[in-house]
């Protein structure tokens, strides 16, 4: 049972515009939230977080959306870069004696181009 | 600082054989993890060691897998006899603090035939 679900295996946008990418979860429980990138042959890179007392989180071109009523949280790029082009993965944590474990979704490719 | 070093990067083995990755975290991170991620599905947890303690192995498919980490240094994670849905990619990562902004390496592609 895939608790955290990106339903959107691939994205492609142009250079300059907004991606945004979409994440949905199950597990009520999850109370932390990352977003990763992933180049090919390379492990996952920590992007950006959020924490489910928030609802938006910004980091320079990068901002994360969390709704925690619809268990719904997006990744907005603005603006789109082609070396933004990578996999990106959606990650949830538990509180307390958890919060080591990640739990992801299956990625979203997303393709930038120039 | 050298980042989680993991080796070796690719292993093509056949079924029934043994294969062990190694992962080097960074140096200091007392806190070390293995993932893996399976062709086309999501990036999945397998344990958690603090030092050379396993805290947390509820992830680990089943007895073939033995992961052991020597004197809270690097790790071994040991596949034996590996099967054909063993095939995927194991990612390590470490992190000073238990917490979930931790460095992954850039994993180890295991491909059994």
């Known amino acids: 049972d895939q608790q955290v679900k990106q339903n959107s295996p691939s994205l492609s946008v142009q250079e300059g515009r907004i991606s945004i990418l979409n994440c949905d979860y199950t597990n009520s429980m999850f109370d932390y939230f990352l977003w990763y990138k992933k180049y090919p042959a390379e492990g996952p890179t920590f992007l950006i977080s959020?924490?489910?007392?928030?609802d938006k989180n910004e980091d320079g071109r990068f901002t994360v959306f969390l709704n925690k009523s619809a268990k719904h949280l997006s990744l907005h790029i603005v603006p789109s870069q082609p070396g933004d082009s990578a996999v990106y993965f959606c990650a949830a944590s538990g509180s307390g004696g958890s919060n080591y474990k990640l739990t992801f979704g299956k990625g979203t490719l997303l393709t930038v181009n120039p | 600082e050298a980042g989680v070093t993991q080796f070796p990067s690719h292993s093509v083995i056949e079924k029934g054989q043994t294969v062990t990755l190694r992962c080097d975290p960074i140096s200091g991170h007392d806190n070390l993890y293995w993932y893996r991620r399976v062709m086309g599905k999501e990036i999945k947890f397998l344990l958690h060691?603090?030092?050379?303690?396993?805290?947390?192995e509820s992830g680990m498919p089943n007895n073939r897998f033995l992961a052991e980490r020597t004197g809270g240094t690097y790790s071994t994670l040991k596949v034996q006899p590996a099967e054909l849905e063993d095939s995927g990619v194991y990612f390590c990562?470490?992190?000073?603090?238990?917490?979930?902004?931790?460095?992954f390496g850039s994993g180890t592609r295991l491909t059994v035939v």
């Open positions: 990562a470490s992190s000073q603090q238990v917490n979930y902004g931790y460095t």
């Open positions: 959020i924490s489910s007392i928030k």
């Open positions: 060691f603090v030092k050379e303690s396993k805290q947390d």
